[in-house]
C-alpha cells in the first residue's frame, strides 16, 4: 500500500517558469511533511519541510502548500532554473507503531528538467 | 557532504550470491536507516536501527538482514540475490538530538546483479 502518492512522475519546465508537484497522504498520524531533492548519483537532501499546523512554508525560491482537509501538500518552485534539475522526492512522517521509531514515507518521486 | 559513508558505491555480483553493504553514519548519530530506490518503486523503507537496536521493518525481504554494531556503522546483508534485487540501497542516518524530520544520506551502493 502506497500512503503517500506523488504526481507527476516527470516534469519538464522552461527556465524561468513555475514548477508544481504533488502528493497526497492517506495516514493522518502524519504529523510531518519534507520534500527532499536527489541528483544524479548523490544521495537525496532535505530541501524544505513543514507541519500540519500551517497552510504553506516558503524558502527562497521553494514553496510548500499544505492542506490539511485534502490531504494534499504540493511544492513549488518559482523561477525555474537549469540547476534545479533534479529527481523531487516528497516523504511524510509518523512515529512508527509506537516502538519509538520515527521514519519517512516517500512518494515515487519526480524527474525535472528546467530547459533553458 | 552529509557525513554519511556507503561502501562499496558499486557493486556487480550473480544470481544466487551474498552481499554486504555497510555505512558509517554521521558522527553522533544513533540512528541509521536502510531504504532502497528503484526505479518503478521509489525509495522503499527496509529498516531502521536504533543504538544497535532494531526498531522498525519496512519491505524488506526474509533474505535480507541488517545490524548495527557498537561503534554504529550499520550492515546490511544481501543473499540468495535475485535479479529484482539490482537496485540502489541508501543508507541515512537522523540527529543525535532525536527526531527533527531530516534524515542524512549517503550517496548509495549500487548494486547490479546478474
Not at chain 1, 508537484?21 to 495516514?27: G, K, L, P, Q, V
Not at chain 1, 518552485?77 to 514515507?105: E, H, K, N, V
Not at chain 2, 536501527?49 to 535480507?64: S, T
Request: hydrophobic share 35%.
Amino acid at each position: 500500500q502506497q500512503q503517500v502518492k506523488q504526481s507527476p512522475q516527470s516534469l519538464i519546465v522552461q527556465k524561468g517558469g513555475i514548477s508544481i508537484i504533488n502528493c497526497a497522504y492517506e495516514n493522518t498520524a502524519f504529523d510531518y511533511f519534507p520534500w527532499y531533492q536527489q541528483f544524479p548519483g548523490k544521495g537525496p537532501a532535505l530541501l524544505i519541510a513543514i507541519r500540519p499546523d500551517v497552510s504553506e512554508k516558503k524558502e527562497g525560491r521553494f514553496t510548500i502548500s499544505f492542506n490539511k482537509s485534502a490531504k494534499q501538500f504540493s511544492l513549488h518552485i518559482m523561477d525555474s532554473q537549469p540547476g534545479d534539475s533534479a529527481t523531487y522526492f516528497c516523504a511524510a512522517s509518523s512515529a512508527y507503531s509506537g516502538a519509538g521509531s520515527y521514519q519517512l514515507t516517500f512518494g515515487k518521486g519526480t524527474k525535472l528538467s528546467v530547459i533553458p | 557532504d552529509s557525513g554519511v559513508t556507503q561502501t562499496p558505491k558499486h557493486l556487480i555480483t550473480a544470481t544466487g550470491q551474498r552481499v554486504t553493504l555497510r555505512c558509517s553514519p554521521r558522527s553522533g548519530d544513533l540512528s541509521v536507516y536502510w531504504y532502497q530506490q528503484s526505479l518503478d518503486q521509489g525509495l522503499q523503507f527496509l529498516i531502521h536501527y536504533y543504538n544497535g537496536e532494531e526498531r522498525a521493518k519496512g519491505n524488506i525481504l526474509e533474505r535480507f538482514s541488517a545490524q548495527q554494531f557498537p561503534d554504529l556503522h550499520s550492515e546490511l546483508n544481501l543473499s540468495s540475490l535475485e535479479l529484482g534485487d539490482s537496485a540502489l540501497y541508501f543508507c541515512a542516518s537522523s540527529s543525535r538530538q532525536g527526531w527533527t524530520g531530516e534524515l542524512f544520506f549517503g550517496e548509495g551502493s549500487r548494486l547490479t546483479v546478474l
